[in-house]
């Protein structure tokens, strides 16, 4: 069949030629229509066709070609030569279509012979199968008729080989059973259980032929003998447990037991309870019939009679008992739910006192542990099954002996005590001696949270759900009244100290990082569905803030020393000072404040996040305050802005030593950049405002602000008169727009200290205008020159206002961490005089007609400058002023 097919067209060429052959007419046409596109008229030296698409088009027009081919009567001469090409070109076209006529007629003939072909082998194919099958089912009967016999035969083989394995079985039984009954009254347990189970395991081959009446006689005379011994058994056990065990019955009782276990697990289970009940039968006719016995004054001899009579199991009988029967804990189980049962009843008909109940509690809790470590398991946590390190099944099985579950719903009593016992607490530690910065905080503090955290283990060991719960929101509200009336108290109290504040401050640090190790150990101890509900973020968050008002005090501390040390600058009469000589009297008066307070709130400081934080606002709040004086001596002249900044560099040296040995260069950075603003603002003043030019230039180039507000407040502070300010601000536009036309990122928009100083206006102390701390009443009042006195007339409420000094998002590095070699120095001899020399240079390089003062002459002085100067002394200058 396949040789047949190999020698016809393949089927996709024989559907080729039959689709040929039907488009043929359809290709004829368009061969034709073709023909005027192959054979265009050539006219004006153009060819003009008509596009395929239109001569293969269904709906074709002749007359359209046509007008395309004789567009003209002109073109008509050429009518001849194109009918001739046509007519070629049709002849072309018959021919081809007679070809494919002949090859489509020889493609149906192969096609067709190919196709009978096919069919011939497939019905020889077909008429083979059968008769394949035909000869397969005579073999099969064939097979059939000669095993039939032999099959037969093996079923008769199978059947002798089963009855007589069951006749043997049957003797087998029968010898076993009979010997059984013979041994039944010997009380030779041991062999009558070896017995017993070959009886019983020969049964069970039985079961399906108990519809025979011999064999269902003889499985309930089997039933019947195991019955008997098991009373025989439970008989031994009675009298010998009422008359006292010798060695020998032991043995005879350890033998019965293994007689029981092969009776199965209701014989086990009987003896079981018979023991346990007779063991504490005694215990609960004493304990239960009773009323004093069973009280919980009692509960220690409860304990002792149960731990007697599980030493008495182990010690005699637990070699009678097979391990696999687990006696020990179903003795210890039972005797804990009488127990517990007991305690409930006790309990419901007269409530305890907190003291009997936490110490009968104990008790439990102790008995517990002394069962845990009998049982081989650990000890329990709490009375809780929801906390439990153990697997489900370790917990269902150690549930029995929680005999202090029984106390659960009387554990708000313990919570209430410790209510009481935190009140008492409090009301302790606010009649306590204030202590001295000896101690690293309040010793109340250390005591608080000691024993909150010994009571929460204690709590833990009671329960570790909705009690240890309550007691955690009794620890938060003492917390808050810590913070309250121990702590932010000290500060509406009337006068505190410097050694108060930082006393408070070092306690606020030491709660609060406590509080958040109370909270994870809580969390630790804790039932899963109350983890989620300890938080003490409020009170962690009420110390933070306590921290950051008290580091606030201390800073307005070291302000008001600066106040009252930069009050003498109002006496000198800065508009009409003439020449600058040394530094002036009020410096002296500030450096030696500010050590003096300093060195006694840093020494005592400690941390070195406390002391960088409180050196930080320090020079802040210097700046700020220095500068609010600058207003208040205006107008200052060029000579008293020298002078000034005399001034400044011999404040700043004071700065920089006030750590001591501890200054760092980031502390010296922060220092050169707070004083650096002073010194831009004094390096403006000290240049004349004539030519206004060469005066905008030098502000531009050295403050680099934009702000017209700002310039205005220069020109108020240098005592220019208003009538200058139109000019003086029409300059100054004009350079500041061609300064950002220029680089439009070359100025701020505002200077950071010009932007917060007040100019008009101001009537009010510098400290109170710019530093932000003091309140009307004043809040350091007394703490000047060294003064002992105490900070007097703090108030606010009893929470902290001040930002927390320190928290996890906000870590610097430690400024205060490593000694550094880089402190500043007094300026060394001749600085003044130099600098005295370039500030002149400057002035009168601004005031010389012709002469106008950009920005590059000034980078040539004060480059000049630095170059007379020490690495220390050079900051006194920088070279643009910005900070």
């Not at 050539?42 to 698409?53: D, I, Q, T, V």
């Not at 050694?499 to 509080?515: D, F, G, H, K, N």
């Not at 005592?604 to 700020?624: P, T, Y």
Request: proline residues 4%.
């Amino acid at each position: 069949m396949v040789g047949a097919m190999s020698g016809c067209w393949p089927a996709r060429d024989f559907h080729h030629v039959y689709e040929h052959a039907q488009q043929t007419s359809t290709s004829a046409s368009v061969l034709a229509r073709q023909a005027a596109v192959r054979y265009g008229v050539m006219h004006g030296g153009e060819s003009e066709r008509l596009p395929a698409s239109q001569l293969t088009a269904q709906d074709y027009s002749p007359t359209d070609h046509l007008d395309a081919l004789f567009p003209s009567l002109e073109s008509l001469s050429l009518l001849p030569r194109i009918e001739s090409k046509l007519i070629r070109h049709e002849i072309q076209l018959r021919h081809a279509i007679a070809e494919m006529q002949e090859r489509v007629t020889a493609n149906k003939e192969i096609a067709a012979e190919c196709v009978g072909r096919v069919e011939e082998k497939l019905k020889l194919l077909h008429d083979e199968i059968s008769t394949t099958q035909a000869k397969a089912g005579q073999a099969e009967d064939f097979v059939s008729s000669v095993t039939k016999e032999i099959r037969r035969l093996d079923t008769a083989k199978r059947n002798v080989a089963a009855t007589m394995t069951i006749v043997k079985r049957l003797q087998m039984l029968i010898s076993a059973f009979d010997q059984l009954q013979r041994l039944a009254s010997s009380k030779k347990y041991a062999e009558t259980a070896s017995l017993l189970s070959a009886v019983l395991q020969l049964m069970t081959h039985f079961k399906a032929y108990r519809s025979i009446p011999q064999i269902a006689v003889l499985s309930q005379e089997i039933a019947d003998l195991q019955r008997s011994l098991l009373e025989q058994v439970a008989s031994d056990f009675e009298g010998y447990f009422s008359t006292g065990l010798s060695p020998q019955t032991r043995i005879v009782l350890t033998q019965g037991c293994q007689l029981v276990e092969v009776l199965g697990d209701g014989p086990k289970e009987r003896i079981s309870t018979w023991y346990i009940n007779s063991q504490l039968r005694e215990y609960r006719n004493v304990f239960r019939g009773h009323e004093e016995a069973g009280s919980l004054d009692n509960l220690s001899r409860r304990y002792a009679w149960l731990k007697r009579v599980f030493r008495s199991y182990e010690d005699e009988h637990a070699q009678i008992f097979p391990e696999s029967w687990h006696l020990q804990e179903q003795l210890i189980r039972q005797g804990c739910e009488s127990t517990k049962e007991d305690l409930v009843t006790v309990m419901a008909r007269s409530r305890p006192n907190i003291k009997l109940l936490l110490q009968a509690l104990q008790e439990t809790l102790d008995f517990e542990r002394y069962l845990g470590e009998r049982m081989g398991a650990a000890p329990r946590a709490s009375i809780d099954s929801v906390k439990s390190v153990h697997s489900d099944a370790s917990d269902k099985q150690q549930r029995g002996y929680r005999i202090s579950e029984a106390f659960e719903p009387y554990l708000n009593l313990f919570v209430d005590m410790q209510d009481q016992v935190l009140s008492g607490m409090l009301a302790g530690y606010r009649s306590a001696p204030w202590p001295t910065l000896d101690e690293p905080a309040l010793p109340s503090s250390a005591d608080l949270f000691y024993f909150y955290l010994t009571t929460t283990t204690q709590c833990a060991e009671i329960s570790t759900g909705a009690p240890l719960w309550e007691f955690a929101k009794v620890m938060a509200k003492y917390l808050n009244q810590y913070h309250d009336l121990i702590l932010a108290s000290k500060y509406s109290n009337g006068v505190v100290t410097v050694e108060e504040i930082i006393m408070v401050l070092r306690t606020a640090e030491y709660c609060s990082e406590t509080t958040l190790q109370l909270e994870e150990r809580i969390k630790q101890l804790i039932s899963p569905p109350f983890v989620e509900r300890i938080t003490y973020q409020y009170q962690h968050s009420q110390f933070l803030s306590l921290m950051g008002r008290s580091m606030d005090l201390l800073v307005s501390h070291l302000d008001r020393v600066v106040d009252t040390a930069l009050r003498d600058m109002l006496k000198i009469s800065w508009s009409s000072m003439s020449e600058s000589g040394d530094q002036s009297q009020y410096v002296s008066l500030l450096s030696a404040g500010l050590l003096r307070e300093g060195k006694r709130v840093l020494h005592n400081l400690g941390k070195d996040r406390f002391i960088r934080s409180f050196c930080d606002r320090l020079v802040e709040n210097f700046v700020r305050c220095y500068s609010g004086y600058i207003v208040k001596c205006k107008p200052i002249n060029e000579v008293a802005a020298e002078q000034m900044l005399l001034d400044i560099y011999s404040i700043k040296a004071t700065l920089l030593n006030l750590p001591g040995a501890e200054t760092t260069a980031a502390y010296a950075a922060i220092v050169s950049k707070q004083i650096g603003r002073l010194e831009t603002l004094l390096k403006v003043l000290h240049v004349s405002v004539n030519p206004p030019e060469g005066f905008v230039a030098n502000y531009i180039f050295i403050i680099a602000d934009a702000s017209v507000g700002n310039f205005v407040k220069v020109l108020d502070i240098k005592g220019v008169s208003r009538q200058q300010h139109g000019r003086l601000i029409d300059v100054f536009n004009k350079q500041v727009n061609a300064a950002r036309r220029e680089d439009p990122a070359s100025l701020d928009n505002s200077h950071p200290l010009l932007d917060k100083l007040q100019v008009l206006g101001d009537a009010r102390s510098p400290v109170e205008s710019h530093s932000g701390i003091f309140s009307k009443d004043g809040l350091l009042g007394g703490l000047t020159h060294g003064s002992a006195g105490g900070i007097a007339g703090i108030g606010g409420g009893s929470h902290g206002l001040g930002s927390p000094v320190h928290s996890p998002v906000h870590e610097r590095q430690s400024y205060f961490r490593s000694p550094s070699t880089a402190q500043a120095r007094p300026p060394p001899e001749g600085v003044k005089q130099s600098m005295q020399s370039d500030l002149s240079s400057l002035q009168s390089r601004s005031s010389t007609p012709g002469m106008p003062l950009d920005g590059r002459f000034v980078e040539r002085q004060f480059g000049k400058l630095f170059s007379k100067r020490s690495s220390s002394a050079a900051s006194l200058f920088q070279g643009n002023g910005n900070p």
